[in-house]
């Protein structure tokens, strides 16, 4: 089983800053990496697959990087909307199997 | 664009079986891979594994053999059945879409669509 890590647990950043959050893999995950936003009450939402590929519609201010076992999940100019948690999660073809972090919290400062 | 609602029972007994379902409304059933992922305070997001079309499932196996996929094309729905609960299977239960892109030689894999999640509270 591939066990993720995610640090900080929480970020405390103001408005308009940049938030650099980490997640790290067991194994080798290669590229195999997503990264997932939650706001309070609502389903993850998908920003970045492929490690640094932008979802649909999800602003140029979120960028992701890294491979292997070190990725970043970068949010340029926090918005106000961008408070909330998020979560990397991988996947492995053999097992075949996904797993996630335990989530790191952006948190108004 | 594709939706997908989970329905199913919000309390369960413990030792009984839950049964969750998710209609996938947009877009045919086929085609993708469809997931089961559930939220708890204690475990976090947490996949209990992934089904196609055509019934073929695999499954955490991190998670005991108590559950169990299944798809109906004819509904375009696919279904989680867990048997024996307990209090540990409290949890917001989540369906969602599992796509796969590829790029270049490789492919990726995530979860691009997710429905709103149902509550489920096993309790006597």
């Known amino acids: 089983e591939i066990v993720m890590t995610q640090s900080p647990a929480t970020l405390s950043v103001s408005p308009g800053e940049r938030a650099t959050l980490s997640c790290r893999a067991s194994q080798n995950v290669f590229s195999n990496l997503a990264w997932y936003q939650q706001r309070p009450g609502q389903a993850p939402r998908l920003l970045i697959y492929a490690a640094s590929t932008r979802a649909t519609d999800v602003p140029a201010r979120f960028s992701g990087s890294g491979s292997g076992t070190e990725f970043t999940l970068s949010i340029s100019s926090l918005q106000s909307e961008d408070f909330a948690v998020y979560y990397c999660?991988?996947?492995?073809?053999?097992?075949?199997?996904?797993?996630f972090g335990p989530g790191a919290k952006v948190e108004i400062k | 664009q594709v939706q997908l609602q989970e329905s199913g029972p919000g309390l369960v007994k413990p030792s009984e079986i839950l049964t969750l379902t998710c209609t996938v409304s947009g877009g045919p059933i086929s085609g993708s891979y469809w997931s089961w992922i559930r939220q708890s305070p204690v475990e976090g997001l947490e996949w209990i594994g992934y089904i196609n079309y055509s019934g073929s499932a695999n499954y955490n196996p991190s998670l005991k053999s108590r559950f169990t996929l299944s798809v109906d094309t004819s509904k375009n729905q696919f279904s989680l059945k867990v048997n024996s609960v307990t209090a540990a299977d409290t949890a917001v239960y989540y369906c969602?879409?599992?796509?796969?892109?590829?790029?270049?030689?490789?492919?990726?894999?995530?979860?691009?669509?997710w429905g709103k999640g149902t509550t489920v509270t096993v309790s006597s």
């Open positions: 969602a879409r599992s796509a796969r892109t590829a790029m270049g030689p490789y492919y990726y894999y995530y979860m691009d669509v």
């Open positions: 999660q991988q996947y492995s073809s053999w097992p075949p199997e996904f797993s």
